[in-house]
């Protein structure tokens, strides 16, 4: 069993930055939609980023983003991949990726329709986060969806020759639930906080989790 991608996102400040980037994770999350509590000023991000030079790759979460505003942050930070939690379409996915050169995730609520979500997005995202679905909201809810569909998503995603994280409600005392569906990835904010604040101890927690359950899979 490969590693999994492990994303932690939700950075807001250069402390969230320095703990999340001493991690062995692979993507650091930034979420650029406003009015939401993790919001982040691209001008700062630029500033951190630089600071630290995290060795991950970084990604931009937008909810159905005016080209405009994805230009401005990408004067301040070099992203790797955009992320789209909103309701776009695949011309819009289309639009984002023409226009930047960026593989574009696109977030996929766990409903009924996730599979067809999927299917209609084929060959044009890069990549799908799977969250929960909570009225009112986009993500970052800390509510995590029945993960005994994780191995669809997963195989679904395996066919279109694309990664595919779990997120929602993942936290140090359940992920160890969640690697046994051996998931392509996980994405996780809210769960590694303590007081609004990015926790060096989670974060350490969820990494150790993930290396023992890599190596458990491979014995097997």
């Not at 996929?108 to 909570?134: P, W």
């Amino acid at each position: 069993m490969r590693e999994p991608l492990v994303k932690f996102c939700g950075n807001r400040s250069l402390s969230d930055v320095a703990k999340t980037s001493s991690s062995d994770a692979t993507h650091l999350g930034f979420i650029f939609v406003r009015k939401t509590k993790r919001c982040v000023r691209p001008e700062l991000v630029g500033r951190w980023v630089k600071q630290i030079r995290p060795k991950q790759k970084l990604v931009g979460v937008f909810v159905e983003p005016r080209m405009d505003v994805i230009e401005e942050v990408l004067h301040f930070v070099d992203l790797d991949v955009i992320q789209l939690h909103g309701n776009e379409t695949v011309s819009d996915l289309l639009k984002i990726k023409e226009a930047t050169g960026l593989p574009v995730w696109k977030v996929i609520h766990h409903q009924n329709e996730g599979r067809k979500q999927m299917d209609l997005f084929q060959g044009v995202a890069d990549g799908y986060v799977i969250d929960s679905k909570v009225k009112g909201a986009h993500g970052g809810t800390g509510v995590r969806f029945d993960w005994e569909a994780v191995p669809e998503y997963r195989d679904l995603a395996i066919e279109q020759g694309v990664p595919c994280l779990i997120a929602g409600g993942i936290n140090p005392d359940n992920v160890g639930e969640l690697l046994a569906y051996r998931p392509d990835g996980i994405d996780l904010s809210s769960g590694i906080e303590e007081n609004e604040q990015k926790d060096l101890s989670k974060v350490q927690t969820i990494m150790k989790e993930v290396e023992q359950n890599v190596a458990s899979f491979s014995r097997h």
